[in-house]
């Protein structure tokens, strides 16, 4: 089987579709974590930033993940 449909059998797979959604979740969500910090950190207390970056990061991947479900299928 050459690579180049072995490599469309993989991105097929929805086990890699929810991996690459899953990694972009992650990824989004410490970058926000790092923003907020960077910007919020010195106003609010550790919990109050843990509480924004988790609302923050819950309201996006939420929208990227569902995004992403309609792109991918």
């Not at 797979?13 to 989004?28: Q, Y």
Request: no cysteine; aromatic share 10%; net charge positive.
């Amino acid at each position: 089987m050459p690579l180049k449909d072995v490599a469309a059998k993989i991105v097929r797979d929805h086990r890699f579709r929810f991996l690459v959604v899953g990694g972009i979740n992650t990824a989004f969500g410490f970058l926000v974590f790092i923003v907020l910090d960077l910007t919020l950190g010195r106003a609010l207390d550790d919990l109050g930033l843990t509480v924004v970056a988790s609302v923050v990061t819950l309201l996006v991947a939420h929208a990227i993940a569902s995004l992403l479900a309609f792109v991918l299928y």
